[in-house]
């Protein structure tokens, strides 16, 4: 009795019986891969620089992490749980678009704020997100497989013409079979082979991540093909096993390069990793250029004695400040007051460049288009193109192996 009369006083002052004293925030990532790890660990010191500055609107940030496996139903059932059980307010995350697309009718059915930092298959998760004013929740920081293609291309190209000895005319791409190695090589197809400067051949292989591990029979096919620039496109767990069997074959193309979302901590330790070009958007040599990109670094490597290995963990700590910005900037998480905040973004990244959302083919809110070629040398990632943030020049041909 005397509990239920208080209760009674506490409504007729006005004063809320439960406190909302936190906002919560799902992240999803695939935790077994080097960008959940890490991209779910920079979210948290993201959470934990915010919360320690006084938190948002009064509020502390709260992240809730699930784990996709890489799997589009998992993905589902951790946006239903994470809307459901935990009631979070926004969302951040996402790698693989296989898992992304499965996320994709809970995330409209619920319709709260998504700051995405993977996903770069247009043909599958930008199509099924579908054109504004459905999307408009939906806010993509990694670029679309068409942007990375792109920038590829118009690397590749000044690289040519920069170092005449650098020639590219034949391209293999080995491509992990799901989604993102599939996207990766329809766009290389209408990237690279659309004017018939560069001929295109490629073969599909199960990456380690999801239970392969074995790339002779795509490695035979390159060698044959005798490519002058190799490419792989699959996941971190691929890296060193593949580069170990190509030295089993004595397979050397020209230039032997990597698209994986990150790569294995420890990697550029390995004699293995001498010359190996990659794309990506970050490395630890833009410390040098960029204030931004080396507080990142130092206060990752205090908190995690460990170094961010991929340009994933860089993405998911801009996922979380950006979104942090935009609840304060509209005093709210309700999705219409939130995107409506989002869309004046100009965030200083890290990265190297300043965030803001423009439309892209399809969706309202496109954030980063372009990204970097890089190659490894001495044990460490270093930006060759584009030349106004480049950080060496590029070693060529790749070394015969001995």
């Known amino acids: ?48 620089e915010i919360n320690a500055a006084g938190g948002v609107n009064g509020k502390k940030l709260e992240l809730i992490v699930a784990d996709d496996e890489g799997k589009a139903d998992k993905a589902a059932a951790a946006v239903e749980r994470l809307a459901t059980v935990d009631k979070v307010e926004a969302f951040i995350g996402g790698m693989a678009s296989g898992a992304e697309v499965g996320k994709i009718p809970a995330f409209a059915k619920y319709g ?16 099924a997100l579908g054109p504004s004013p459905g999307s408009d929740y939906y806010f993509h920081l990694h670029p679309w497989d068409y942007n990375q293609g792109a920038s590829y291309a118009e690397g590749w190209d000044a690289i040519q013409k920069k170092y005449p000895s650098i020639v590219i005319k034949k391209i293999f791409l080995a491509y992990e079979e799901g989604a993102f190695g599939k996207s990766s090589w329809d766009a290389t197809k209408l990237l690279f082979g659309a004017d018939k400067r560069y001929t295109i051949d490629g073969a599909p292989f199960k990456s380690a991540l999801l239970g392969g591990g074995d790339y ?54 390995s004699k293995l990793s001498k010359n190996v070009s990659l794309y990506g958007m970050w490395s630890a040599a ?15 490597v205090k908190m995690y004695k460990e170094e961010p290995a991929t340009y994933f963990a860089l993405l998911a700590y801009d996922s979380v400040k950006i979104l942090a910005e935009g609840i304060q900037k509209a005093g709210s998480t309700a999705p219409a007051a939130l995107i ?15 965030i803001t959302f423009k439309p ?17 040398q001495n044990g460490f990632q270093e930006v060759i193109w584009p030349f106004e943030a480049a950080t060496a020049q590029p070693v060529y041909p790749f070394p015969a192996w001995k």
């Not at 509990?3 to 006005?14: N, Q, R, S, T």
């Not at 709260?112 to 930008?126: C, H, L």
């Not at 083919?361 to 490894?376: A, E, F, S, V, Y």
């Open 286 to 300: 833009m410390n040098d250029t960029s204030i931004a990109s080396k507080k990142f670094y130092d206060a990752y």
């Open 216 to 269: 002779s029979a795509v490695l035979e096919a390159a060698k044959a093909f005798k490519p002058d620039l190799f490419l792989w496109a699959g996941y971190d767990a691929d890296a060193l096993p593949m580069l170990e069997q190509a030295k089993a074959i004595k397979f050397t193309p020209g230039i032997y390069l990597g698209a994986p979302p990150g790569w294995p901590i420890g990697f550029g330790s």
């Open 1 to 48: 009795m005397k509990k239920a009369l208080a209760i009674l006083m506490i409504v007729a002052l006005g004063i809320p019986v439960f406190a909302q004293t936190t906002i919560k925030i799902g992240g999803i990532w695939t935790l077994a891969d080097i960008t959940g790890k890490q991209g779910s660990a920079a979210a948290q010191m993201a959470v934990a």
């Open 112 to 127: 709260k704020v998504v700051m995405s930092t993977g996903a770069a298959s247009s043909a599958i998760v930008e199509k």
């Open 340 to 354: 409506k905040a989002l869309e004046a973004t100009k965030y200083v990244s890290p990265l190297g460049e300043t």
């Open 360 to 376: 892209s083919n399809i969706i309202k809110h496109q954030g980063i288009t372009r990204q970097k070629i890089l190659q490894w």
